[in-house]
Structures are given as C-alpha cells and as structure tokens.
C-alpha cells in the first residue's frame, strides 16, 4: 500500500467514524430524553431516582447482546458512562428547578 | 398520577431505554470495526497510531452537531470514553497479534 492509498483510506474510513459519531450522539440524547422522562414520573409518585436493580438490568442487556468486537468489560465501562451522564443532567435539571 | 399508572409509565419508558441502548450498542461495535481497519491501514505504512489533531476533530464533530439535551462537556466526556476504549482495544489486538 502506498501513502498516498493508505490516505485516501483513511479519509474514508474517518469519514465512516465521523457519521457513525453523529449517530450514536443522536441516540444518547434521545436516551437522555427518556432517561428524563423516567425521572419526572419517579418524582411524581415519589419514587426513588437511583435504583440498583434496574442499573443490573440495564447492563446485563447491553452484555447479554453484545456482538463485539467490544468486550464485556469494554461495554460494561461505556454503558456507565452513559448511565453517569443521564443521572448528572438529571441532577443538573433537578436544581435548575429547585433555584427557580 | 396513581403508583399503578407510574408503574405501567416506567415500564414503557424502560422498555424505550433497552431498545435504544441496542442500537447505541450496535453502533460502538460497528465504530470499533472501522477504528480496528484505522488502525490497519496505519499499521500498514508505519503512520502513527495516535493523533491527537484527528482526535479534536472527532470532538469537533460531536459537539457542534449536538441538538442536546447533553451539554457540551456531557458529549464529550462520553466520547473521550468511546475513543478510549477503541485505542484499548486496538492495543489488545496488537499484543495478541504479537504474542501470536
């Protein structure tokens, strides 16, 4: 392969990743919409924000259903990301309100 | 909203979460695919692996077609992870590849 092939490649192949990227960036954020979703009808009846069984559930879909080539452990790291980033807007949102 | 209807509510909005996180799930997959063939090509005619000006770019990517609700620093906190654990996975490859 000569450098100028491997460039042109590579062009393409970022330009894979970079629309993958504005997928996934569009399904986290409706993720984050439901993920608030579910807050505003916990905070309704008074049900608790954090609940570890559920946290289970949620992690054991996405590693029970995980083609790779991410490994579990891999999976598992992101998915807590995710799960991290819902619960600060989340928080984020909660005190907007309350200092409203 | 009674603790009947908040429950049935959860339920469908969590059902929603699992679907999502399927598809997000798929798309790290297929992303860590063309990172594995990024680094292949790289590979191939001794460019370096790292480059941290295609990395802003990425970032770049992500938080200026952000709809939200995720902050700024929320995408990318999460993409910093996506990128992280592509690279770790590409340097397991390679040590496996070695040890071969």
Redesign the interface.
């Known amino acids: 392969?000569?450098?100028e092939e491997?460039q042109a490649?590579?062009d393409e192949?970022?330009r894979?990743?970079?629309v993958?990227?504005?997928?996934?960036?569009?399904?986290?954020?409706?993720?984050?919409?439901?993920?608030?979703?579910?807050g505003d009808?916990?905070k309704?009846?008074s049900?608790p924000v954090y609940e570890p069984k559920?946290e289970e559930?949620?992690f054991r879909?996405?590693t029970v259903?995980?083609?790779?080539?991410?490994?579990e452990a891999?999976?598992r790291?992101?998915?807590e990301?995710?799960i991290d980033?819902m619960r600060?807007?989340q928080r984020?949102r909660l005190s907007r309100e309350q200092g409203q």
């Open positions: 392969m000569t450098l491997a490649a590579l192949l970022r894979q990743i970079d993958l990227d504005l997928q996934i960036l569009e399904l986290l954020n409706r993720r984050a919409v439901v993920a608030a979703q579910i009808v916990k309704a009846v049900l559920r559930e949620v879909n996405v259903n995980n083609p790779g080539p991410l490994s891999a999976v790291r992101l998915f990301r995710i980033e600060l807007l984020e």
